[in-house]
């Protein structure tokens, strides 16, 4: 049995007791599950636990007062929506009898199953679930570092980064180039840095129609690519230009100071009147601190519940995960959410999980009447997360523009609806 | 195959009342498969809200979309991923689900 497996075998058993010793006690105190994080994949699974079961003291730990969403805070950045359509509180997780508590968790004690939080307090837990997003790397790329976030805002996690970049948007002169940089996979939103430089040029068009988007790719190839580059054929003629990473995209260095991108070991300098740099990611701070994460960064899971391999007792959703094909979306993390409240209760109750299926939809907005999707079904085989063959895949590349204009419209009720399913 | 899922369906439905008549234990095998659906068509949406629907009627879009008989965006990309005993189970999940939630 190798170290892992061993100390996976030894996870589960405890969970095996744990489940046994609270099927023992129907009387005693009700279960006590603490969730960390209230994106999409923390609030998702808060509010579905206490569906599921209304007995378990569900309590969520969340920093912000209100979450801003990634998800269409494009459309903040290219001036088509303000904050507060990306804004979300925390009235509905109250009424579905979430306790909420504003703080941040900065310590876990799995031996003692308590979490401990930056204000002092400390929860105890049956059962932990950490979901806490990314956190940007900011000692990857030389010069990219917490100071240089001001200056070339990566908005890549919404909020102040978000108003800072439109803000520079509207700021910069017609004639300007914007630089995108977006990361390796894997990274949070794979279609998102494609879907910015897509909504960024709506907003040049009409305003500078003399500016360039310049995308300095780390990759060889993107999310829905085809679709992409088809769209800025018709709508930003000539406006948007994609450098591959093996073709000189891959940045090297930034100079925030200059404004400057730096490629091909430092032959080529890019400057840019605004700079989007996007930066290698890895789990947000608590997953490292916790130990959940391994070298790799993000955190390994039973593919089955989302059961950190590593830490006995808590189960890791959302962007942070190791989820096997799944993308890093708000869909999948509410996906994974829901599968996770479910294999929570199901463990209590001492039950077996039923087979479950993950999903994941994904619209980008190439302009605010042209939607593009990818789609997939998934589940487990071989021990990981794979796609179901035969199923899934992209809008189809023939498609016309009522096609694109009825995905438009998906994308605004699908995100209504996916953030009524999260906060209620 | 659209027969197969329709008999399916009607046998999960009566379970389904059953279960929720009895009161306390969720259906989980329900859940893991059609709470995915209320992403996008959760209640009071704009995409159209599923619960409480009647569930051969659901049975048989899904099957629909799935044959290619039944035009959509992302459904028949989704429901393609569905087997019979799936889509059964999943209809009758969110048949037996509280329209107001």
Known sequence: MSALTRRHFLARAGVALGATALARSAFAAPARIVVIGAGFGGATCARYLRELDPTLAVTLVERERTVATCPFSNLVIAGLAGMDRIAHGFLGLRAAGVEVVHDSAVAVDAARGEVRLAGGRRLGYERLVVAPGIELRLDAVPGYDAAAVSAMPHAWQAGAQTLLLRRQLAAMPDGGVVLIAPPGEPFRCPPGPYERASLVAHYLARHKPRAKILILDAKDGFSKQALFEQGWAARYPGMIEWVAGSQGGLVERVEPARGVLVTESGFTEHRGDVVNFIPPQRAGAIAQAAGLADESGWCPVDPRDFASTRVPGVHVLGDAAQAGA??????????????????????????????????????????????????????VDNGTINAVPGAGGVSPLDAGADFRRREANYARAWYASISRDTWG | MKRRVILFCATLVSLAARTAAAGDSPDLAGFVLGSACLTCHAAGGAIAPLEGREAVGLAEQLDGFRDGTRAGTVMPRLARGLDDAQIARIAAWLAAREVSR
Not at chain 1, 338 to 356: F, H, Q, S
């Open chain 1, 326 to 379: 799944m993308p890093k979306s708000g869909f999948s993390a509410n996906s994974q959410a829901k599968i996770c409240a479910a294999a929570i209760v199901a463990a209590l109750r001492g039950e077996t999980l039923p087979a479950a299926l993950w999903t994941n939809t994904c619209y980008s907005l190439v302009a605010p009447d042209y939607g593009i999707s990818v789609a997939a079904v998934y589940r």
